[in-house]
């Protein structure tokens, strides 16, 4: 296929309204025009691929995803180019783990050239939205759920497709700040042999507990240890984690089934190599973390992700003591390394590695 029909539907909102929403669009909290959809069904395999204003979606009670949660989704970024362009970052990356995903929950496989048409209906159609200045972007969120309508544990007959986009600030409410995060002392994410890996719903409600528990103690976020062992870090609620040592070493916790393979992840070992400091990937033993830290062998930590890009975290809390990461205030590797990953996005800085994707 690789082409999404146009909608011939009018705008749902004014351009005075969309206007004033771009001036502060905060983060998930205003979505566009319209969206993009295909349908899948095991007699006919996928729908053609269509534009349709964005709006409610009309369900079953007994549709398969309330009941066994088979869905999953993906994010990534639309971002506007000094020339008016609009570029999006590894979206095949993007595409290969929603196949990924869709696999470990017995949902069909969206092909790569549909995936990447789905993002260029949708922007196309709301080129308005993606806003001009600063960092903010187009926040595209694909997603895919079981919609037949049956009680029985199998996987579904029909599953639907959509993206939605939403114009997007800054993440965290305070912006560009170390954040606080609260180490969880029972919850883990995910397990091992799980969904950890996927990028799925249960994942996410999973860490809402630890969410929480994070909220209540004063901290932005938590941290999660390997369920198996309690003794490794994870990952956070939704983004990787990394480790920066005095000796130039920078580490991120091993992929091992449980941890989701972030596309900022891997782009961050890349450019760490390129600017000469030691990337490696491997096991992070929390104890040893945190005498680490205390002995100054540690100098900065960050978090990373799709939404909040790169953030500093400046403190680790838990039930027993509280150690700040260097000063407390944002590393040096780590904001380099965030304006080095920006500046590719906006194309403010040479795309050397080619990860740049025209969308309109």
């Known amino acids: 296929m690789g082409e999404y029909r146009a909608s011939s539907a009018p705008r749902r909102i004014s351009n005075e309204e969309r206007e004033r ?5 905060g983060f998930g909290d205003n979505f566009t025009d319209y969206m993009a959809h295909q349908r899948w069904t095991e007699a006919e395999g996928w729908s053609e691929g269509e534009i349709l204003p964005y709006g409610p979606l009309s369900l079953q009670p007994a549709a398969a995803v309330f009941h066994y949660a088979q869905e999953i989704f993906e994010g990534l970024k639309a971002f506007r180019h000094a020339d008016e362009s609009v570029w999006t970052f590894r979206p ?4 290969a783990r929603i196949q990924n995903s869709a696999r470990r929950l017995a949902l069909p496989e969206i092909s790569t050239e549909d995936f990447l048409a789905s993002l260029r209906g949708v922007v196309s159609a709301d080129e308005p939205w993606v806003p001009t200045g600063g960092e903010s972007s187009l926040y595209l969120r694909p997603f895919m759920f079981a919609s037949e309508s049956f009680l029985g544990v199998r996987a579904a007959h029909t599953v639907d497709y959509y993206v939605i986009a939403s114009p997007a600030g800054n993440y ?14 029972l919850a883990a994410r995910a397990g091992r042999g799980g969904t950890g890996f996927a990028k799925c719903g249960g994942n996410y409600a999973s ?3 630890g969410k929480y528990e994070a909220a209540k103690a004063g901290a ?10 309690h003794s490794n870090i994870d990952e956070l609620s939704g983004m990787n984690i990394f480790v920066v040592y005095a000796d130039g070493r920078i580490v991120t916790p091993t992929l091992t089934g449980s941890i989701l393979p972030g596309v900022t992840r891997e782009s961050i070992l890349t450019l760490a190599a390129d ?18 830290i205390a002995a100054g062998r540690v100098t900065e930590m960050f978090a990373c992700g799709t939404a909040a890009v790169i953030n500093p975290i400046g403190e680790l809390r838990d039930e027993k003591a509280t150690w700040t990461i260097g000063n407390g ?18 194309g403010r800085v040479e795309d050397r590695h080619g990860w740049l994707t025209r969308l309109v």
């Open 275 to 292: 600017r000469g400091l030691s990337p490696s990937e491997e096991s992070v033993n929390y104890e040893a973390l945190t005498a680490d």
């Open 21 to 25: 929403i771009l001036k502060d669009p």
């Open 92 to 95: 095949e990356k993007n595409a």
């Open 220 to 229: 932005d976020e938590v941290m999660f240890l390997d369920s198996e062992t």
């Open 207 to 209: 860490s809402l507990q």
């Open 172 to 185: 965290f409410p305070r912006g560009v700040q170390p954040l606080v995060v609260w180490v969880s002392p």
């Open 329 to 346: 205030r944002s590393g040096e590797v780590t904001m380099a390394l965030r304006e080095e990953l920006t500046g590719i996005q906006y």
